[in-house]
């Protein structure tokens, strides 16, 4: 264990990584009990944990129940792909050229999440897919960015995993992903740019329409 990080820290990202990962889901409760066997760890500190994921938005008190991995809304679909459009297309527009140890990282999610999907592993599509445009967000070069695109990511996952029928809704992004990196790889950030642009516009529109469904007469 890093001498840099507590407990705390370390149970903190664990926890944030099987929510990205979808082995947390919205809805599920964290009990304190339970973490604080697995973890081989005191109230106290489980408490802090949590405590700092529900200030990244990732988990809420609901009184009577304790804490839950939170629900997202229509609300934190906008606001968090406008975050989305501030990183990821300024990454493309300002960010540095993009280096091979970059293009394989981008490669790598890709093919990783083609495997996914051909095991139908929709959850695992979904992760992959969120790590390659953390590599496209990696092109600004710094950290703090990807430390505060890392969170964004984990409450997409969450979002995600509102979609009542994943497969469906995972099932078209592989594919555009994989054109955005080619366009980077040819240089052309114009046309990643407007890929990129439309991919983030489709996606949003999909998952507004999860939580705001159209009127049935």
Request: glycine share 6%; proline share 3%.
């Amino acid at each position: 264990m890093s001498s840099e990080l507590s407990l705390a820290d370390h149970i903190t990202l664990e926890l944030r990584a099987d929510i990205i990962g979808g082995r947390l889901l919205p809805g599920k409760a964290l009990v304190e009990a339970d973490l604080v066997l697995a973890y081989n760890a005191s109230r106290n500190t489980i408490r802090e944990a949590l405590h700092r994921l529900g200030q990244e938005g990732l988990t809420r008190y609901v009184r009577h129940k304790g804490v839950m991995v939170r629900q997202p809304g229509a609300e934190q679909v906008r606001d968090l792909f406008k975050v989305r459009r501030t990183l990821e297309l300024q990454a493309i527009t300002a960010g540095r050229p993009l280096c091979e140890y970059q293009s394989d990282h981008m490669l790598e999610a890709i093919e990783v999440s083609q495997l996914a999907r051909e095991r139908e592993d929709w959850r695992a599509v979904a992760t992959h897919s969120l790590r390659f445009h953390q590599h496209i967000v990696g092109l600004l070069s710094s950290q703090l960015f990807d430390e505060f695109f890392t969170t964004i990511v984990a409450q997409l996952r969450l979002v995600f995993s509102a979609a009542p029928d994943e497969s469906r809704f995972q099932a078209p992004w592989l594919d555009r992903d994989r054109r955005i990196h080619e366009l980077l790889v040819e240089g052309n950030r114009s046309g990643a740019l407007e890929a990129l642009g439309d991919y983030l516009d489709d996606s949003e529109q999909q998952l507004l329409a999860v939580f705001n469904p159209p009127a049935r007469y």
